[in-house]
């Protein structure tokens, strides 16, 4: 497999490549799992080379650093070399994991940015053997920072990377529990955290209802953001599972205006790690009955939904 560069240092772009082991979709698209991968995450990562043992970094692992090097720095085949091992658990493959990176041009020594540090978050992206994470980190534990080095490809120079393992992220929602709403759906949560949604008895309500399950920790959602979310809707009108990423066996990821008006709404304002319950009226769903040929023209929908992780708009840029 030919192992790409992360061409140019934008946020978009090197998502873009990484994101490759996620699925990327919105409510409502069809998706299946990927294949199990045949090649062991621990023998994934590239193996150290004169380039990559080349590279001295300054700075702490968490924070962007300083790559010195010679350059002109040949660069024959993708490189990776350990400078700092992490702790704790070693990640396994189709875990979702956080990073950051530093980017350096191969041929001029020259910084090209960074993303991953501070208010600069990426969505986390789920590591196999067969993507580019995977072939830098292998099995490595949290807190391990790598130097890579990257072959020139048309157009593209040689790069370098400072690359850090931030952390794993959990598959569902983990924050704090709040107090339930009292006439709102109530939901029930598997061993995995999938949900299971139950429908109150009565009419639906005319208006959009939100409840928070979980409160999260992180980054606030802000309109426009990419993210990446696990999802379940059900119509109210008789319970049933229109779409979910659970089901459809990865989380999804999509701008939060690329959704119907209600989900954004949902969304937007939210903090990653949390999960949210909505009920949106067809105004701000899919249309009143008639009003187009979808399926969910006419019905209120409730949604559970899981914020995984968030990455502003601006990031993208």
């Not at 010679?70 to 956080?98: C, K, M, N, R, Y």
């Not at 794993?168 to 709102?184: C, D, F």
Request: aromatic residues 6%.
């Amino acid at each position: 497999m030919r192992i790409r560069p992360f061409a140019a240092l934008s946020a978009a772009a090197l998502s873009a490549v990484l994101l490759a082991g996620c699925a990327a979709s919105t409510p409502g698209a069809d998706t299946s799992p990927s294949a199990a991968p045949a090649v062991d995450l621990c023998t994934a990562a590239a193996p150290s080379g004169d380039a990559s043992d080349a590279v001295t970094v300054d700075g702490e692992v968490g924070a962007e650093s300083t790559a010195t090097f010679t350059f002109p720095l040949e660069i024959p085949t993708l490189q990776t070399t350990v400078i700092e091992e992490g702790s704790g658990d070693a990640v396994e493959s189709g875990q979702l994991v956080t990073y950051a990176l530093t980017a350096f041009n191969a041929e001029t020594g020259e910084k090209l940015g960074s993303i991953g540090y501070e208010q600069n978050p990426v969505l986390p992206v789920q590591i196999s053997p067969d993507n580019p994470v995977g072939q830098i980190l292998g099995c490595a534990t949290p807190g391990t920072r790598v130097v890579v080095a990257y072959p020139p490809a048309d157009p593209n120079p040689g790069q370098v990377y400072v690359f850090d393992f931030v952390a794993t992220v959990p598959n569902a929602a983990w924050g704090e529990s709040q107090a339930p709403v009292a006439g709102l759906p109530t939901v029930t949560l598997a061993d995995d955290g999938a949900p299971t949604i139950e429908i109150p008895d009565g009419d639906a309500p005319a208006d959009l209802q939100l409840e928070t399950l979980k409160k999260g920790d992180g980054a606030t959602v802000v309109s426009g953001d990419t993210v990446l979310v696990q999802y379940t809707g059900v119509k109210w009108s008789d319970g049933s599972v229109f779409d979910s990423s659970w089901e459809n066996g990865a989380p999804a990821s999509f701008q939060t205006t690329g959704v119907v008006d209600g989900f954004r709404q949902a969304l937007e304002g939210q903090t990653v790690g949390s999960q949210v319950l909505v009920v949106i009226p067809p105004a701000l769903g899919y249309g009143e009955a008639g009003s187009s040929d979808n399926e969910l023209a006419g019905e209120t929908l409730v949604f559970v939904v899981d914020i995984l992780g968030t990455q502003h708009a601006a990031a993208a840029q």
